[in-house]
C-alpha cells in the first residue's frame, strides 16, 4: 500500500457508550490492504459494537472510524465506501417468504454478482426454496454469496463461521486466504481460536471495550511462554509455586497448570522442594494465551461494562 493510500478500515481513538455503559473506548488501529485481521474477543467485549459504528450503524460517542478513507459518520462518504463493501452479519437475518435467488437478486442489482456461480458452486444453497425453509447452515452461505458475489475490497463479518459445518468452514478459509493473496482486505470479529490462528496475519485483542493488544498471532503466540502440567504429592496452595516468571497458575485436584515465560530454572528450583508425580511441559496455544488476557481482571478495567456484557441494540 503507498503511503498516499489511506488504510481500507482506521479507528482512531474511537469510543461509543450507551448512557453510562461502555461499548467500546479510545480503540486505534488501522488495518492493511490485503490483510486478514482478526477482532479477537469473547461475547459481550465490545466487537459488535465497533463493526456497528464502522458499517454507519452506530453514531460513535468521539473519536473517527473511516472505510477505504471515508468517514462513516458522513452519509455521502459512507455510502461510495459501501459500494466496495461486503458485510456478514453474526445473525444472518433475510426476508422468510422469498427464494434464495430473489436474495442474490436483489443484491446483485445494487452491487452486482460477478462471482455469483462460482461462489454458488462451493456453498450450494436450494435457490428455488424460500428462505423460510432454510436451515442456519444454509443461511449462512446464502449470506456468504451475498456478501462476497461482487468482489468487495473489504469485507467486514462479525462471527462468519456461526452455523457451518467443518468442511464449509475450510472452504471459507480458504477464500480469504484466495482473497488476501487478491490484496483485498478481510476484517472479522471471532471468538473460535482456532479459525484466528489459522487464516488471520494481525488481531486485535478487545476486553471490556477495551484494545489490550495488537499484533501478529506468531507474536502473541511467541510470547505466550511454556505451559507445565505438574502433579504434586503435597498439595501446596498455587501462591506456593509462584515466582518471578510466573504468567498464571490454576490448581484443581492436586494438579497445576503453571504458564511461565521460559524461566526453567527457577521451575527446577521451586519444584525441588516438593514430590513431583508427573509432569508436562508444552508450548503455549493461542487458547492459553487468550486466558491470560482473560482470565483475571486488569488494572482499570473496574468501570462501567466491567462485566464485559455489550449493551448494543
Known sequence: ?????????????????????????????????????????????????????LLGLSKPTDGTASLLGRDVTDRTELRDAKRRLGYLPSDVTFYDRVTGAAVLDHFAR???????????????????????????????????????????????????????????QNEFYELLEERRDAGRTSFFSSHILSEVRRVCDRVGIIRNGRLIELDTVENILAEGGTVVTVRLAEEPPAAALEFAGVVRIDRRDGTYQIVLSHEFDALIDR????????????????????????????????GPAANGVDTAP
Open 271 to 302: 519444584l525441588d522442594e516438593y514430590t513431583v508425580l508427573d509432569l508436562e511441559v508444552r508450548e503455549a496455544s493461542i487458547e492459553d494465551v487468550f486466558m491470560h488476557f482473560y482470565g483475571t481482571p486488569a488494572d482499570g478495567d473496574r
Open 1 to 53: 500500500m503507498s503511503s498516499a493510500e489511506p488504510p481500507p478500515i482506521e479507528l482512531e481513538s474511537l469510543t461509543k457508550y450507551y448512557g453510562d455503559v461502555r461499548g467500546v473506548e479510545d480503540l486505534t488501529f488501522a488495518v492493511d490492504r490485503g490483510e486478514i485481521f482478526g477482532f479477537l474477543g469473547p461475547n459481550g467485549a465490545g466487537k459488535s459494537t465497533a463493526i456497528r459504528v
Open 110 to 168: 445494487l452491487r452486482g454478482d460477478e462471482r455469483r456461480g462460482d461462489l454458488l458452486e462451493r456453498f450450494p444453497v436450494p435457490l428455488d426454496r424460500n428462505v423460510k425453509a432454510y436451515s442456519s447452515g444454509n443461511r449462512q452461505k446464502l449470506a456468504i454469496v451475498a456478501a462476497f458475489m461482487h468482489e468487495p475490497e473489504v469485507a467486514i463479518m462479525d462471527e462468519p463461521t456461526s452455523g457451518l459445518d467443518p468442511l464449509v
